[in-house]
């Protein structure tokens, strides 16, 4: 199966995570593809191994710590009664980490 990216009009992906993302790049540098002229590659997650990756991978981080801290404070407030179960919007902001695949 080859892999065909001309005429897609298209100039990057945005990967469900890191993991995948970084496959992605092998398949494409296998196929001789160069990234990020060709096409520009960028995960989710901002995994460890992503600045290792053959082309750095740009990636989006999100605050796991921020995440955490608010799961545990709802989950302390619904173990205390302090309030009755409700869907809740908490927003945290995310981090682009520019590397070299974008």
């Known amino acids: 199966m080859s892999l065909d990216l001309a005429g897609l009009g298209f100039q990057g992906v945005l990967m469900f ?12 540098l296998e196929r001789g593809f160069s990234i990020p002229e060709d096409i520009a590659v960028i995960g989710f997650d901002n995994i460890d ?19 955490g801290q608010a799961a545990l404070e709802k989950l302390v407030q619904i173990i205390n009664n302090e309030e009755k179960i409700q869907p809740e919007r908490i927003l945290l ?5 520019v590397r070299s695949s974008a």
Request: net charge neutral; with cysteine; hydrophobic share 40%.
């Open 93 to 97: 902001e995310p981090e682009l980490i």
């Open 17 to 28: 995570n890191d993991l995948i993302a970084m496959g992605f790049q092998k398949a494409l």
């Open 49 to 67: 191994r992503c600045s290792e990756a053959r082309v750095p991978l740009t990636t989006i981080s999100v605050p796991r710590r921020e995440i």
